[in-house]
C-alpha cells in the first residue's frame, strides 16, 4: 500500500499505468526499475523431477545451443521464474 492506494501488479507494459491517477498528483513521474529476483532467493534445493525421455532431450539440446543456460537446473528455475512472476 501507498498512502492508502493499493500497489499495482507488476508489468513490464509502461501503458498499464499511463492512466494511473496517482502519476498525476504533485506532478508524479514514472520509473522502471528492473530487478533480478534471482538474487534474492534462499538456498537452492535439490529435488527429483519426472518427465519423458523426449522432453529431456529436447532441453537438453536447447541447452547445448543456448549459452546462457549453464545446465537443466538453471533453465527449469528461470523458466518457472518467468512463469511465475509475469
Do not use: C, W
Not at 501488479?9 to 528492473?34: A, C, H, M, N
Amino acid at each position: 500500500m501507498d498512502e492508502g492506494f493499493p500497489l499495482p501488479t507488476p508489468s513490464k507494459d509502461p501503458q498499464r499505468y499511463i492512466g494511473d491517477p496517482r502519476l498525476k498528483e504533485d506532478g508524479g513521474i514514472l520509473g522502471f526499475v528492473e530487478i533480478d529476483p534471482a538474487k534474492y532467493e534462499s538456498k537452492a534445493v535439490k529435488f527429483n523431477l519426472t518427465m519423458s525421455q523426449n522432453l529431456l532431450t529436447a532441453i537438453d539440446k536447447f541447452i547445448a545451443t543456448h549459452p546462457g543456460y549453464k545446465n537443466r537446473s538453471q533453465f527449469l528455475a528461470e523458466l518457472a521464474r518467468e512463469r511465475i512472476i509475469s
